[in-house]
């Protein structure tokens, strides 16, 4: 099993351009989750899919972000207009209910 | 929502000594997780333990889901081990969220 999924890998861009990060989750999976991690606020939830249906979207942090699961292979989350203040690791992560959570390797975003 | 507390917040250790780590959680879960983030930021799952005891290897964990805590055993620790160990929990009626303590990094010097 290739594990979950992510890309870009690292990602550059100015304030104000749009961002997409990629995610393919574990085959089998029905749930996936996106996560943000800084230095200030830590690793946060920012919104989960149970059979490619938003469940929770609470830390989602404003209408600039927003996210899709359009199948059980596929998710993307986009960033539009990017800020400095988005510059984070990104991670997603996948699981089957009743077991581990398993993360995907990040996705290291650079807004100047 | 819940909240998750762990301690100690930093911990260096020589090679070879053990260790416990501690997940506090203030309410009932269904849910807890041990992770292990790497220099390199990789997260790996190290165990899924909403109650009871599990062992692998160098690491097993204790969960004692009535009084909401969790505990993260190190033997014959290694320089292969530092990194910030995070406990994350899903409460009742959460759904499959789970919310991540603020993690405790641990350096393994020689």
């Known amino acids: 099993d290739a594990g979950v999924i992510q890309s870009p890998r690292h990602e550059v861009t100015e304030m104000g351009q749009e961002v997409t990060l990629r995610c393919k989750p574990i085959?089998?999976?029905?749930?996936l989750f996106w996560y943000r991690q800084t230095m200030m606020r830590g690793l946060e939830l920012l919104i989960y899919f149970n059979n490619n249906v938003p469940i929770d979207d609470s830390g989602m942090p404003e209408d600039r972000f927003s996210a899709k699961m359009p199948n059980a292979s596929f998710s993307t989350l986009k960033i539009q207009p990017s800020e400095p203040r988005d510059s984070a690791v990104y991670f997603c992560?996948?699981?089957?209910?009743?077991?581990?959570?398993?993360f995907g390797p990040g996705t290291r975003l650079t807004v100047t | 929502g819940i909240q998750v507390e762990q301690s100690p917040p930093d911990l260096i250790l020589q090679e070879g000594a053990n260790s416990t780590l501690r997940c506090n959680f203030s309410d009932s879960v269904n849910n807890l997780q041990w992770f292990h983030q790497n220099p390199w930021g990789q997260l790996i799952n190290l165990f899924y333990i909403p109650s009871g005891t599990k062992q692998n290897g160098r690491l097993s964990a204790t969960t004692v889901a009535t009084e909401r805590y969790s505990l993260l055993y190190i033997s014959s620790s290694q320089t292969t081990d530092s990194g910030v160990y995070f406990c994350a929990v899903g409460g009742r009626g959460g759904g499959n969220k789970l919310t991540f303590g603020t993690g405790t990094q641990l350096k393994v010097e020689l």
């Open positions: 085959s089998g999976h029905n749930s």
């Open positions: 992560a996948s699981f089957s209910g009743g077991s581990r959570q398993y």
